[in-house]
């Protein structure tokens, strides 16, 4: 079992950058891929991205593409999420998730493991 805890959120100005943190504990955390999810109002749970387990491989939403940077620290069982120039509809609660296999499942049905969420909001 994975327990995961999120941290980082905030409020941020259109065009800022701000960098999300899951604290993981648990033996399986450093063979298990990751992912980061989000949930605006009134809509359902989306992919952001995702990363294997040793971090060689990442994945992301088109939306997020080549402004949000998944990464991992096994060494400290953390994983981040860096979001630069960010838009007013990244506003949502990010969720990180934990698939508990090596690679990232397509499907958010196959990932057992969630954060609690925490709340990124962005002014425009």
């Known amino acids: 079992q994975v327990h995961l805890v999120e941290s980082g959120g905030g409020l941020v100005q259109a065009g800022g950058s701000l960098r999300l943190s899951c604290a993981g504990s648990?033996?399986?955390?450093?063979?298990?891929?990751m992912a980061w999810f989000r949930q605006g109002p009134g809509k359902e749970r989306e992919f952001v991205a995702a990363?294997?387990?040793?971090?060689?491989?990442?994945y992301y939403a088109d939306s997020v593409k080549g402004r949000f940077t998944i990464s991992r620290d096994n060494a400290k069982n953390t994983v981040y999420l860096l979001m630069n120039s960010l838009k007013s509809e990244d506003t949502a609660v990010y969720y990180c998730?934990?698939?508990?296999?090596?690679?990232?499942?397509?499907?958010?049905?196959?990932?057992?493991?969630w954060g609690q969420g925490t709340q990124v909001t962005v002014s425009s």
């Open positions: 998730a934990a698939a508990g296999s090596l690679l990232p499942p397509n499907s958010h049905k196959e990932y057992p493991y």
């Open positions: 648990g033996r399986t955390f450093s063979t298990s891929a």
């Open positions: 990363i294997s387990w040793a971090g060689y491989t990442t």
